[in-house]
T-cell receptor, first 112, second 113 residues
């Protein structure tokens, strides 16, 4: 069965203090790895899709990278508005399989 | 271009009542997915539908839960005879094609008294 494990569960940083969130996965052929941001009381907001090892994508202070076993979400010089729960999900490369399997998330808090 | 719409945003039901959750996908999206987020747990897949067809319902509880996506109108997730354990946030997502990014709605928060 597909498994997605995110670490750490929670992370507190000072404004401007860069760090990385980890997402490790086991899946029978990866079709895609997705990163979402979720604010309290809201639905997940799409950030990135990564399809193959070595791929990288950037958006503002966020950069996502992918290897054959894990993905990292790097946050550079974060601001308080980056505080949220960051979710990682995988989509299996099996015919007809469209569902996303999510990790538990990393709750990120950026203190001013 | 409006995003995924869900209603109601909050729903309170007593044990034994029925709950109906509605989801209108983004314009041009024909694939709909339902996920459930229990308190202090991650998002779990429930069902994947295209117009008039259930494609994958491997995450749906065997009893009391059903879903549809008719030719006209929104997708409906129906929970019959609700129990306290059904209290959760239910999210709908849509995509334009298979294996594309899924965009989520704001969710319906169901509370069962």
């Amino acid at each position: 069965e597909d498994q997605v494990t995110q670490s750490p569960e929670a992370l507190r940083l000072q404004e401007g203090e860069s760090s990385s969130l980890n997402c490790s996965y086991t899946v029978s052929g990866l079709r895609g790895l997705f990163w979402y941001r979720q604010d309290p009381g809201k639905g997940p907001e799409f950030l990135f899709t990564l399809y193959s090892a070595g791929e990288e994508k950037e958006k503002e202070r966020l950069k996502a990278t992918l290897t054959k076993k894990e993905s990292f979400l790097h946050i550079t010089a974060p601001k308080p508005e980056d505080s949220a729960t960051y979710l990682c999900a995988v989509q299996e490369g099996v015919q007809g399989a469209q569902k996303l399997v999510f990790g538990q998330g990393t709750r990120l808090t950026i203190n001013p | 271009n409006a995003g995924v719409m869900q209603n109601p945003r909050h729903l309170v039901r007593r044990r034994g009542q029925e709950a109906r959750l509605r989801c209108s996908p983004m314009k041009g999206h024909s694939h709909v997915y339902w996920y459930r987020q229990l308190p202090e747990e991650g998002l779990k897949f429930m069902v994947y539908l295209q117009k008039e067809n259930i494609i994958d319902e491997s995450g749906m509880p065997k009893e009391r839960f059903s879903a549809e996506f008719p030719k006209e109108g929104p997708s409906i997730l129906r929970i019959q005879q609700v129990v306290r354990g059904d209290s959760a946030a239910y999210f709908c997502a849509s995509s334009p094609l298979r294996n594309n990014e899924q965009f989520f709605g704001p969710g319906t928060r169901l509370t069962v008294l």
